[in-house]
C-alpha cells in the first residue's frame, strides 16, 4: 500500500487534535475495513477508545507512525 506523496491540507492540524477512524482512511486513501485488518495485526497508529466505545488517534501518534514508515522505506 503506497502512501500519499503529501500530507492533506484540507484537513485542520490544530496540535493535539483526535483524529477519527474515517479521518485516517481518508487521509491514507484506505478502506476503513483495511485499517482494521492493520489494527488487528499491530501495523495500524496507536489507538484509544473513548467511553462510548469510539476509537480515536492522536495526531501525534498518527504523525510519528507516518515517520516510522518513511525511515523503513
Same mark, same amino acid.
Given at each position: 500500500?503506497?502512501?500519499?506523496? &503529501?500530507?492533506?491540507?484540507?484537513?485542520?492540524?490544530?496540535?493535539?487534535?483526535?483524529?477519527?477512524? /474515517?479521518?485516517?482512511?481518508?487521509?491514507?486513501?484506505?478502506?476503513?475495513?483495511? *485499517?482494521?485488518?492493520?489494527?488487528? &495485526?499491530? &501495523? /495500524?497508529?496507536?489507538? *484509544? &477508545?473513548?467511553?462510548?466505545?469510539?476509537?480515536?488517534?492522536?495526531?501525534?501518534?498518527?504523525?510519528?507512525?507516518?515517520?516510522?514508515?518513511?525511515?523503513?522505506?
Amino acid at each position: 500500500m503506497a502512501l500519499p506523496d &503529501k500530507a492533506r491540507t484540507d484537513l485542520p492540524s490544530r496540535p493535539g487534535r483526535h483524529m477519527t477512524i /474515517a479521518e485516517v482512511c481518508e487521509e491514507l486513501g484506505i478502506a476503513r475495513s483495511t *485499517f482494521y485488518d492493520w489494527r488487528a &495485526k499491530r &501495523k /495500524a497508529p496507536r489507538c *484509544f &477508545k473513548l467511553p462510548n466505545g469510539d476509537l480515536r488517534i492522536r495526531r501525534s501518534d498518527y504523525e510519528d507512525w507516518i515517520s516510522s514508515l518513511e525511515e523503513a522505506a
